[in-house]
């Protein structure tokens, strides 16, 4: 069931970059006002228009309720995060 929710200008920006071959790594640097967050979140909207919550398999419902609360879950740290993770383990 298609919603009648429209997609983000932003999300179509990325979107459409995604389409004509441009990676991750291409677009942040074409846009850097662009996250890595920003690029997931353009593919949760384009999902969200093809699907409603009832499609999702049990794996799907869960991980996306998870990301509602904690967007970052299941992404890799950044370095200076990492960096200071292993500062604080080692701090007396």
């Known amino acids: ?25 291409q677009i942040i640097s074409i846009n850097p006002q662009y996250t890595y967050l920003d690029i997931f979140n353009a593919a949760k909207e384009a999902v969200e228009l093809l699907t409603d919550e009832h499609e999702m398999t049990p794996h799907e419902a869960r991980l996306a309720k998870i990301k509602e609360k904690h967007p970052r879950a299941y992404e890799s740290w950044e370095k200076d995060e990492e960096q200071k993770l292993i500062e604080l383990h080692f701090r007396v």
């Open 1 to 25: 069931m298609m919603s009648d929710k429209n997609l983000s200008i932003k999300a179509k920006r990325i979107l459409k970059l995604i389409t004509t071959g441009h990676s991750y790594e």
